[in-house]
């Protein structure tokens, strides 16, 4: 498809993936948005934001795509969720655009993480910058719920260095709660990334009174640390940088008044990973 023809195209860069976006693609045919998936040749993208040091080692450019089949309680970016809310722009944009980035992302030692929404409702086009990433000598990370993960073929796999993997609750009538889908998908992809030996960094989102059951957070914990591979267990403390969106939006927003988790809450759940033998921070 033309990407973005007869429209004024949209920056990609944001200032940050706090920017709310919304129906940038609304006038892609959805015919094209079917064959765009199918081929991969074009992608949704909400931004890129470069200069992060937190989505994965170094600095990093992270290219955040839209479209997302979980309804998180606490999703701090429900203008993902839709995938036309994205920016139409081709895989060969997509990679021009890291390009440009390519030499200073090597030598502060970074790369390329592409997250969303959930980037595998585009596994295809994903991948194929992705590839394009790798191939370019930069380092790639996915940060998925992995709820597709079984989409991802063993290509895909080589393609990538490291998975940021969100696991949201462990109780599987909680987690249904949560997130509206359940747990199991992204346990399997957990196991599948375990026998490659293909390093994991656990992302875990700490809600006060929603995530914060010890006794669930040490399964996750036991689980996590029988992998082997998981590299680190990252707490995130719950914030309110989204609640906007969720008002703009006109979403119902079940945690209004629930409030961030105090730096000893986070500290006793990191706690309970680096008991297992796990590094969390
Ligand atoms: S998986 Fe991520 S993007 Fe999707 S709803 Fe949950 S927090 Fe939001």
């Known amino acids: 498809m033309a990407e973005s023809a007869g429209r004024q195209q949209t920056p990609l860069e944001a200032r940050?993936?706090?920017d709310l976006r919304v129906d940038l693609g609304g006038d892609v045919p959805e015919t094209d948005v079917r064959t765009a998936l199918a081929e991969g040749n074009m992608g949704f993208m909400h931004s890129f934001t470069t200069g992060s040091a937190v989505d994965g080692p170094g600095v990093r450019v992270v290219g955040w795509t839209t479209g997302c089949m979980w309804r998180c309680q606490y999703c701090h970016n429900p203008d993902t969720w839709t995938m036309r809310n994205g920016i139409p722009v081709s895989a060969g944009r997509a990679l021009e655009e890291l390009g440009k980035y390519?030499?200073?992302?090597q030598v502060m030692a970074g790369g390329l993480t592409m997250s969303g929404g959930e980037p595998l409702m585009q596994r295809r086009f994903v991948m194929k910058v992705v590839a394009g990433a790798k191939s370019m000598g930069i380092h790639t990370a996915l940060e998925t719920n992995g709820y597709l993960g079984a989409e991802l073929t063993e290509h895909d796999l080589d393609n990538i260095d490291l998975v940021l993997l969100g696991i949201k609750t462990w109780d599987r009538e909680r987690h249904r709660a949560l997130t509206g889908r359940d747990i199991e998908p992204t346990l399997e992809l957990a196991r599948r990334l375990a026998a490659r030996r293909l390093p994991i960094w656990v992302r875990f989102?700490?809600?006060?009174g929603l995530t914060d059951?010890?006794?669930?957070?040490g399964h996750i914990a036991d689980f996590a640390a029988q992998l082997g591979n998981v590299e680190r267990v990252e707490v995130l403390p719950f914030h309110q940088m989204g609640r906007f969106k969720w008002h703009t939006l006109g979403i119902r927003y079940a945690l209004e008044h629930v409030e961030a988790p105090t730096n000893e809450a986070v500290a006793e759940v990191c706690g309970i990973f680096r008991a297992r033998g796990l590094t969390a921070h």
């Open 16 to 18: 940050s993936p706090f």
């Open 213 to 217: 059951d010890p006794a669930d957070v």
């Open 102 to 105: 390519r030499h200073g992302l």
């Open 205 to 208: 989102v700490l809600v006060p």
